[in-house]
T-cell receptor, first 114, second 113 residues
Framework: DTAVSQTPKYLVTQMGNDKSIKCEQN?????MYWYKQDSKKFLKIMFS???????INETVPNRFSPKSPDKAHLNLHINSLELGDSAVYFC?????????????FGSGTQLSVL | AQTVTQSQPEMSVQEAETVTLSCTYD???????LFWYKQPPSRQMILVIR??????QNATENRFSVNFQKAAKSFSLKISDSQLGDAAMYFC??????????FGTGTSLTVIP
């Protein structure tokens, strides 16, 4: 069973469109994240949710809106897509603090905006 | 926010040799965790090794070991007996008590046959 699954794996779309990426984890973790990896491979945190509540929003444009219907899901909706949004987006999850648990990553969604 | 710095964008090593990847971090917290992740061309993020900041003993995992210098805020990764399958991007990461993980900019490792 896949621990952190995100769909789709690939997304090709036109500028100006709206798209969503879905993420689900079956690990019972409290915290979920979205990371963006750009063409230079920089991995930057975008959002962090703990038990459905937003914990961190790292200077991400308002066009990006995360939604957490329950603690096992964290979806990412992007409005009015721009060329600069092309990147690989990773969903991840982790138990809450007090442990040395790693970050569990999904397989990534490669978004290409044309 | 914490910062993690990897000063070597690219490194190469001869097969069977040893290579060390550098990482420094900046945090004001006393309790944190450090990680090295590997990302092969498949894009998958794979944990290589982890270290608790309160532990003085350096972590080891088979051919992988770290040199953790807490006072210097340094966390380097040593890969011994390098293999072709070690070729990948390597990311250093720091996790704080708020459960936030911050990553360095990565080091691309090439293994030369």
């Amino acid at each position: 069973d896949t621990a952190v699954s995100q769909t789709p794996k690939y997304l090709v779309t036109q500028m100006g469109n709206d798209k969503s990426i879905k993420c689900e984890q079956n690990l019972g973790h409290d915290t979920m994240y979205w990371y963006k990896q750009d063409s230079k491979k920089f991995l930057k945190i975008m959002f962090s949710y703990n038990n459905k509540e937003l914990i961190i929003n790292e200077t991400v444009p308002n066009r990006f809106s995360p939604k957490s219907p329950d603690k096992a899901h964290l979806n990412l909706h992007i409005n009015s897509l721009e060329l600069g949004d092309s990147a690989v987006y990773f969903c991840a999850s982790s138990p809450w603090t007090g442990t040395n648990e790693k970050l569990f990553f999904g397989s990534g969604t490669q978004l290409s905006v044309l | 926010a914490q910062t993690v710095t990897q000063s070597q964008p690219e490194m190469s090593v001869q097969e069977a040799e040893t290579v060390t990847l550098s990482c420094t971090y900046d945090t004001s917290e006393s309790d944190y965790y450090l990680f090295w992740y590997k990302q092969p061309p498949s894009r998958q993020m794979i944990l290589v090794i982890r270290q608790e900041a309160y532990k003085q003993q350096n972590a080891t995992e088979n051919r992988f070991s770290v040199n953790f210098q807490k006072a210097a805020k340094s966390f380097s990764l040593k890969i011994s007996d390098s293999q072709l399958g070690d070729a990948a991007m390597y990311f250093c990461a720091c996790r704080n008590t708020g459960n936030q993980f911050y990553f360095g900019t990565g080091t691309s490792l090439t293994v030369i046959p």
